[in-house]
C-alpha cells in the first residue's frame, strides 16, 4: 500500500498541541478559492518552478525526455500534454542544479514513511506528536489509517488536521485512532460552501456531529479561517456562533486570518481566485472575535 505526501514538517507548534512532526498529504476533494496549500490539492506529483532559483542553464529542457519543457520570455513553461511528471517522472527535478525546478509529491509506504519521522519520537512529550495535514487526509483513508495504526501501536498522539468533507464511512473507521481533531469550518450557508469551495457543506457538518455523538468534544479544536469579503461577513460568523453554541462539549474556537499565497499558485501554473491579497484588518479580527465571545465561546488567534 503506497500513499502520496508533499513535505514533512518537523518541530511543528503550530499544528496542534506540543511539538509534533507534520505530515502533509496530497489530494483533497475541495477547492477552496484560498486554499493555503495549493500543492495539496491535486492527488498526483506536480512540478513546481522557483524562478528566483534558475540559472537558464536549460538543463531541465535537455534532459526530458518527452521534450516537455522548454522556456519562454526566460520563463520555463510545461506542456501539459507531454509531460509525465504525474505518471513518476522525476528527471527534471532530479537534475536541476540549483532546485529551480522541483517535484511536488511522492509516494511513500506507511513504514517507510514512520521510519523517516520517528528520529522525531524524542521530542514528543506529552501532547506532542504527530499530525496529518494537507490537502485533506481523509482523501487517502487506507493509507492514512495503516500509518495511523502503526503510530498507534508506538503510543504517539495523533492529530488530523480536516475539512471534514468525507464520508461517513471513511470518518468512522479513522476516529477511533485520532487524539485530536483540527477541524475547519469555512460557510455556514451550504449555497455559499459550494461556491467558494466546490462542494456542499452537509458532510461537514453531519461529520462533527457525529464526532460529538461519539463523546469527542473536547478532542475538537474548531478552526475558522478569516477570509476577507468570503468568510468574515457578520451573517457568516453569527450563523457559526449560533450553531456551535448549541452543541455540547465544543467551548472554543481558533481564528486563522488570510493570508496571501499567490505566489505558490504561480510556481505551480494554478490559477489563484482570491482578488483581495491583504489580511483581515485587526477591527475585523476583533469583530468577529467578539461575536464568538458572545456566543460564549473561547476565541483563540492562530492554530
Same mark, same amino acid.
Given at each position: 500500500m503506497q500513499g502520496i505526501v508533499f513535505d514533512i514538517k518537523r518541530f511543528?507548534?503550530? !499544528?496542534?498541541?506540543?511539538?509534533?512532526?507534520?505530515?502533509?498529504?496530497?489530494g483533497c476533494p475541495l477547492r477552496c478559492w484560498w486554499c493555503h496549500n495549493p500543492e495539496g490539492i491535486s492527488n498526483k506529483p506536480q512540478l513546481m518552478y522557483f524562478e528566483y532559483k534558475c540559472i537558464h542553464c536549460y538543463t531541465c529542457v535537455n534532459v526530458c525526455p518527452k521534450k516537455a519543457v522548454y522556456f519562454e520570455d526566460g520563463i520555463q513553461k510545461i506542456n501539459k500534454e507531454k509531460c509525465t511528471v504525474e505518471n513518476g517522472c522525476t528527471i527534471c527535478g532530479d537534475m536541476c542544479p540549483t532546485t529551480a525546478t522541483k517535484i511536488v509529491g511522492r509516494y511513500v509506504e506507511p513504514k517507510e514513511l514512520i521510519k523517516e519521522v520517528e528520529r522525531d519520537f524524542y521530542l514528543y512529550e506529552d501532547p506532542g506528536g504527530v499530525t496529518f495535514s494537507g490537502g485533506e487526509p481523509l482523501f487517502q483513508p487506507r493509507f492514512?489509517?495503516?500509518?495511523? @495504526?502503526?503510530? @498507534?501501536?508506538?503510543?504517539?498522539?495523533?492529530?488530523? !488536521?480536516t475539512s471534514g468533507y468525507a464520508s461517513h464511512e471513511v470518518m468512522k473507521s479513522i476516529e477511533p485512532y485520532v487524539n485530536i481533531f483540527l477541524y475547519d469550518l469555512k460557510l455556514f450557508a451550504e449555497k455559499e460552501h459550494i461556491k467558494y469551495t466546490g462542494?456542499? +457543506? @452537509?458532510?461537514?457538518?453531519? +461529520?462533527?456531529?457525529?464526532?460529538?455523538k461519539q463523546n469527542r468534544a473536547? !478532542?475538537?479544536r474548531l478552526r475558522f479561517p478569516v477570509i476577507?469579503?468570503?468568510? !468574515?461577513?457578520e451573517k457568516n460568523v453569527r450563523g457559526w456562533a449560533e450553531f456551535i453554541s448549541s452543541l455540547r462539549g465544543l467551548e472554543r474556537i481558533h481564528i486563522l486570518p488570510f493570508h496571501d499565497v499567490?505566489? @505558490?499558485?504561480?510556481?505551480?501554473?494554478?490559477?489563484?481566485?482570491?482578488?483581495?491579497r491583504s489580511p483581515p484588518p485587526e477591527e475585523k479580527m476583533k469583530e468577529i472575535k467578539e461575536i464568538f465571545e458572545e456566543a460564549g465561546l473561547e476565541v483563540i488567534r492562530g492554530g
Open positions: 511543528a507548534i503550530h !499544528d496542534g498541541p506540543g511539538i509534533r512532526t507534520t505530515i502533509f498529504m496530497k492514512l489509517k495503516e500509518t495511523m @495504526k502503526i503510530l @498507534k501501536e508506538r503510543y504517539i498522539n495523533i492529530a488530523l !488536521d462542494a456542499s +457543506n @452537509k458532510i461537514i457538518i453531519n +461529520n462533527l456531529l457525529y464526532l460529538i473536547e !478532542d475538537i476577507p469579503s468570503i468568510t !468574515d461577513t499567490s505566489e @505558490k499558485y504561480r510556481r505551480l501554473r494554478m490559477e489563484y481566485k482570491m482578488k483581495i
